[in-house]
């Protein structure tokens, strides 16, 4: 345990073993912490908040957040966060594994996000989001939920379904679906539902082509989606056996050998259960 002199740790919190915790970090009541877990300097963590109605908050093993990061009490996130500087998250967010949040990213709590979910900088996702498995937030992006701002009536957050990819500084309007492996391009202002394995682009956003329409930029003629054919990089093996089997295990495998073609694909995956 290496707990700066200069941190404050309430009595009540609850660390687990080999934490890290750095200098003017303040670490309130009300936080349950997993082992292996590393706080930068300056962050606050478990900050109170009525509107977490007493529950904790929650951080599973191997966490890092890095310097100036702000987490509310009232959240659940499994184990290998991981955040960039001055991320906000706030009470009422319940995450799988692994996610990973951008610097300056602000997540507004009360969402339910799967494993592997990963954020680049200054992301915003608004209340009552639903976000699946192995989806990829690019820097910018604003997930919506009042569809007339300012308003205390009613509120949906966007859905975003496994593998899905929404492209830099696109904007999502409230209680829209996008769907499982589809990519929203950059720029674009999501006003319907997206169609799983569609590429849709600008403002308002409409059908660009499927999403297997679009292939690589490195000369080999190869699709560029589904992205976990070819990108595996920070994915444990036991994830990417589960990739390969969802397509009948079928070598050769994008990411193993290169090919020119796709002769022998079976096709996407169907469905979170491809997760
Ligand atoms: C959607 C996207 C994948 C399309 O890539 P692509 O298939 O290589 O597309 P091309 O550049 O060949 O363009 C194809 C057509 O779509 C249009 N188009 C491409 N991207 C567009 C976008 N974001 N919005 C609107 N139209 C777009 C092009 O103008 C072109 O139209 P044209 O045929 O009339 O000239 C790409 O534009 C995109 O958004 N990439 C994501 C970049 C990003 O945000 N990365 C985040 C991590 S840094």
Do not use: K
Not at 19 to 38: L, S
């Amino acid at each position: 345990m290496t707990i700066s002199p200069l941190a404050s740790i309430s009595p009540g919190a609850r660390i687990g073993a080999n934490a890290t915790i750095g200098p003017f970090t303040v670490v309130h009541d009300d936080v349950v912490i997993g082992d292996d877990c590393t706080i930068e300097s300056h962050c606050v963590v478990g900050l109170p908040t009525a509107l977490a109605e007493g529950r904790v908050l929650e951080l599973g093993d191997g966490a890092l957040v890095r310097s100036h990061s702000v987490l509310y009490q009232g959240s659940r996130i499994g184990p290998g966060l991981r955040t960039g500087h001055h991320v906000t998250i706030r009470e009422g967010l319940v995450a799988g594994r692994s996610l990973q949040v951008g610097t300056a990213t602000d997540i507004q709590g009360s969402s339910v996000f799967g494993d592997f979910v990963r954020t680049h900088s200054s992301v915003f996702v608004a209340q009552g989001a639903t976000i699946g498995s192995y989806v990829w937030l690019s820097p910018g992006v604003i997930l919506t939920d009042d569809p007339h701002p300012p308003s205390d009536g009613w509120r949906a957050g966007v859905t975003v379904e496994d593998f899905a990819v929404i492209a830099a500084r696109a904007t999502v309007m409230p209680g829209i679906r996008v769907g499982t492996r589809s990519l929203v391009a950059a720029g674009a202002l999501v006003t319907r539902d997206v169609a799983p394995d569609t590429v849709v682009a600008g403002v308002p956003a409409r059908l660009l082509c499927p999403t297997s329409e679009v292939l690589l930029r490195d000369g080999s003629g190869r699709p560029a989606y589904p992205w976990m054919r070819h990108f595996h990089r920070g994915y444990p093996p036991e994830v990417v056996e589960r990739w390969v089997a969802a397509w009948g295990g079928l070598p050769p495998w994008d990411g193993d050998i290169a090919v020119s073609g796709d002769a022998g694909d079976p096709g996407a995956p169907t469905g979170s259960g491809a997760a």
